[in-house]
């Protein structure tokens, strides 16, 4: 069964003139590089993500370990920090 996908014409046109230029064999070549990329480029942003969690976590260790009382308030503001870095 094939998937259809309504594209922009935008980006209709792009594919078409990647095909017609004799880079890809055709549509469905296109994107599966282009899915390629995304995939890749989630993988990059999962590994950033899950280094600043790592980050964070030895940072407010650190605090706690220290008494710091100006740290009481990131475990409260860290979920806000990293849902807002992660976008």
Do not use: W
């Amino acid at each position: 069964m094939a998937n259809q996908t309504a594209l922009l014409p935008e980006h209709q046109n792009l594919v078409e003139s990647l095909v017609s230029s004799g880079r890809y064999e055709g549509p469905h070549a296109v994107l599966t590089a282009a899915l390629a990329l995304l995939q890749e480029k989630e993988r990059e942003r999962a590994a950033r993500l899950s280094a600043l969690h790592a980050v964070l976590a030895a940072e407010l260790s650190s605090a706690h370990a220290s008494g710091d009382a100006a740290a009481a308030p990131l475990p409260r503001l860290a979920p806000q920090a990293i849902t807002r870095l992660s976008a």
